[in-house]
């Protein structure tokens, strides 16, 4: 049996990161029997100034893993070892034709929205992905 689990970025403002990763997800439900979040922090008694430390997105067909953000102190100061690739453009499997002009349309959507393109990658003579960051430097793939 498979093990559940979540992904957790680390950040300055939680809202707002979540906001740019939302990716068709939908702010996740307190556990069943609260009300609402604050119900839920304050039974659990989570300090009032704590309440906004972190941002729950689930999705909304429960099959992919749920995804939050979590109010840190310092930066993000080097590369990360572990990435996202967001296949945008459909994955590798998909024609390069079709996907590439998702992949370029979600790039302009994206930096929009703040993103940044820390590079182009190709492979075999032409662009394959982009890597990308978010808002606050989290980078991410493109493919």
């Known amino acids: 049996m498979a093990t559940k689990w979540s992904l957790t970025i680390d950040c300055a403002h939680p809202a707002s990161l979540a ?7 939908a702010e996740m439900a307190p ?3 609260f009300g609402s979040w604050e119900e839920w922090f304050a039974h659990h008694e989570v300090p009032e100034d704590e309440w906004d430390d972190g941002a729950y997105l689930s999705d909304p067909d429960g099959v992919d893993p749920a995804l939050s953000s979590l109010k840190v102190p310092e930066p993000k100061v080097a ?25 370029v349309e979600a790039v302009e959507r ?4 703040g993103a940044t393109v820390v590079r182009e990658v190709g492979l075999r003579g032409r662009p394959d992905h982009l ?10 793939r493109l493919v």
């Open 79 to 103: 590369k990360h070892r572990l990435h996202l690739d967001v296949q945008v453009g459909g994955g590798r499997e998909t024609p390069w034709e079709v996907r590439r002009p998702r992949v």
């Open 131 to 140: 890597v990308t960051a978010d808002p606050e430097g989290n980078e991410f």
């Open 31 to 33: 556990t069943a029997g």
């Open 19 to 25: 906001a740019f990763w939302a990716l068709g997800y």
């Open 110 to 113: 994206l930096t929009a929205a």
